[in-house]
């Protein structure tokens, strides 16, 4: 059975940093694309960033780019989202999401809280 556990959230200052991890267990780590997304209460949930299995490559959100990076440590099977200069807009519920060719997972989601 897949899960997915994320961690890390918390509340933060605009302009603080958090670093977000999503533990995966019960899958083969290497063969999935790993990604966060996130959702605000009312809206549809919208991509963050990804980190591709197939060749190390990441991508982000226009909204995030230079602010978050995404890492993998294979050894561990995590992914982790590092988001620094965190703006109150960023403030919402992250969901680590592990998809091949066969499935598609979410974790639970984590909670990121950004005071003005």
């Known amino acids: 059975q897949v899960q997915l556990v994320e961690s890390g959230g918390g509340l933060v200052q605009a302009g603080g940093s958090l670093r977000l991890s999503c533990t995966a267990s019960?899958?083969?780590?290497?063969?999935?694309?790993i990604a966060w997304f996130r959702q605000a209460p009312g809206k549809e949930r919208e991509f963050v960033a990804s980190?591709?299995?197939?060749?190390?490559?990441?991508y982000y959100a226009d909204s995030v780019k230079g602010r978050f990076t995404i890492t993998r440590d294979f050894a561990k099977n995590t992914v982790h989202l590092q988001m620094n200069n965190l703006k109150v807009e960023d403030a919402t519920v992250y969901y680590c999401n592990a998809i091949s060719n066969y499935n598609n997972n979410w974790g639970q989601g984590t909670q990121v809280t950004v005071s003005s």
């Open positions: 980190h591709v299995h197939k060749d190390g490559s990441s």
């Open positions: 019960g899958l083969t780590f290497n063969q999935y694309t």
